[in-house]
């Protein structure tokens, strides 16, 4: 359900972006935009998104089994109060700081005062979206916890349909982007509101601010604010190196936006999925006490079926950078020029998406042990490495070596918080999680080299239709060819995913 509902999120995410890159390119107004909503997205994954994942659904859902129903709602409440003061004023300090957060996040702007001037507007009237957005994913983690999915998980959609819809009312005026993301706030909020009442949910607000687990959800959520936003910061410190244009080039915030969206694609309709919905499982079975065997079978299970899809979409965004981002973008004022820079960071990019995604498993499976410290010590080694590591390459690789140290700092995440939770489960049997990596790398590989043999010769120019319709074409071709080699390397994902499918369609 989640995964369904995140792949109509990410398609109308590309409608979004197509628009935004059709109407102003990679230049200043896409430019100014682009950071300004980095700024309260960052906070958002911090105080909002952040604390839903780790520190809520775990205390919630003890609650929940170990409480009454009144004792749950109460805590609820709490939360909700404590939460409303909190984004209030971190919002008022945020908009009064704008100039100097501006400054830090994209220093290159500095040089250029009329695209500063902007961002710094841009970035005021979009911050209140960080209280609509942090209550919405609050909201989503009580239904998550409660067993309901679906309309937390389609809310999303709401703010692309919105900004689409404002875009086009306004025009190439760029105010309406960041009315559009005001508007989407607070439709992923409003629409969850009905179903929370329906579950027996009241609102007391300012009642009460104090709670014996209010403690336990904080001390929670403090380490999780640098632990599971790795990718968050390390995108963060890409646009900072990517705002130096007079080292990276024109465009550089822009390019690096568009590419890392289309790397969320998969990670969000599988890896994130996946992920926010077995957190409460992974926390309910670590309650089991010495042992855990059905956490590591869901920790497996999770890791596995996050190879097989993510390292084939891996392989195929490096054998299809440059046509993907050409049949998709192309047009209006995103030229040639933007093209070829936006497919180099995509390839990039595209190297570490596994780590990406298996990462954000690893997280849950400490969060749902109540360790937050030791995903944080990491996310500072692997931050510290992300900025050495764009400081090393973007003189040489330019924006390819920003989306290069991205990926480095990401594979680095991935094994170095794998070796660690083997080492704390104690005895667990990598075996099989190994031999299905190599397996699945295997099919992969080959998968991307027959696409990139067959996309050299077709052409993907034309008008819009045209080139999506020879992209589907290659793409639809390559999942034939990796079930091809799947079943030739005899991976044992396939004939899960097949048994599985089967059994669905017996009920």
């Not at 059709?22 to 682009?34: E, H, K, P, S």
């Not at 899809?309 to 973008?329: E, K, Q, R």
């Amino acid at each position: 359900m989640i995964g369904l509902a995140t792949l109509a999120s990410r398609l109308l995410g590309f409608a979004r972006d197509m628009v935004l890159a059709r109407l102003f390119g990679i230049y200043m107004y896409a430019q100014a935009f682009v950071v300004a909503f980095k700024i309260p997205n960052l906070f958002r994954d911090l105080v909002g998104e952040g604390a839903a994942n780790s520190a809520f659904v775990p205390v919630f859902s003890e609650y929940k089994v170990k409480r009454s129903e009144k004792e749950f709602w109460e805590l609820a409440n709490v939360m909700l109060n404590i939460m409303l003061v909190s984004l209030a004023v971190l919002t008022i300090i945020g908009m009064a700081l704008a100039p100097l957060i501006v400054r830090l996040i994209a220093p290159g702007f500095v040089s250029e005062p009329q695209k500063l001037e902007l961002t710094i507007r841009l970035a005021r009237i979009i911050f209140p979206y960080i209280i609509l957005v942090s209550l919405a994913a609050y909201a989503m983690s009580i239904l998550n916890t409660l067993g309901h999915f679906s309309v937390p998980a389609f809310a999303p959609c709401l703010l692309n349909i919105s900004i689409i819809i404002f875009a086009m009312l306004f025009g190439e005026d760029i105010r309406g982007l960041a009315t559009g993301v005001l508007a989407g706030g607070f439709l992923q909020l409003a629409v969850q509101v009905p179903v929370l009442l329906r579950k027996g949910f009241r609102f007391h607000l300012f009642r009460r601010f104090r709670h014996p687990a209010a403690g336990a959800i904080g001390r929670l959520m403090a380490p999780r604010i640098l632990s599971s936003s790795i990718y968050q910061l390390n995108n963060f410190v890409d646009s900072i190196f990517g705002s130096l244009g007079f080292i990276v080039g024109e465009g550089g915030v822009a390019v690096l936006y568009f590419s890392y969206r289309l790397i969320q694609f998969p990670l969000g309709i599988f890896s994130n999925a996946l992920s926010q919905a077995i957190l409460p499982a992974l926390s309910r079975q670590a309650l089991e006490g010495q042992g855990h065997a059905e956490l590591k079978k869901t920790l497996s299970f999770g890791l596995r079926s996050t190879f097989f899809v993510m390292l084939p979409a891996s392989a195929g965004f490096m054998a299809l950078s440059y046509p993907i981002i050409s049949s998709i973008f192309s047009g209006g004022r995103f030229d040639p020029y933007s093209v070829g820079l936006t497919s180099s960071a995509l390839f990039y990019y595209s190297i570490g998406l596994f780590a990406y995604g298996a990462t954000k498993i690893l997280q849950s499976c400490f969060f749902a042990l109540k360790d937050t410290v030791t995903p944080t010590k990491v996310a500072f080694l692997t931050l510290a490495m992300n900025i050495a590591f764009n400081a090393m390459l973007m003189f040489p690789m330019k924006l390819a070596g920003i989306a290069l140290a991205t990926s480095i700092s990401g594979a680095i995440t991935f094994f170095v918080l794998f070796s660690m939770l083997i080492k704390k489960l104690g005895a667990f049997d990598t075996r099989e999680i190994f031999s299905s990596f190599l397996r699945i790398a295997a099919a992969s590989v080959l998968m991307s080299l027959t696409l990139y043999a067959i996309s050299a010769r077709l052409a993907f120019c034309g008008n819009l239709i045209h080139r999506l319709l020879n992209l589907g074409m290659v793409i639809s071709l390559g999942i034939v060819m990796y079930v091809f080699f799947c079943l030739a390397f005899k991976v044992k994902e396939i004939k899960e995913l097949w048994q599985w499918l089967a059994f669905r369609r017996k009920l």
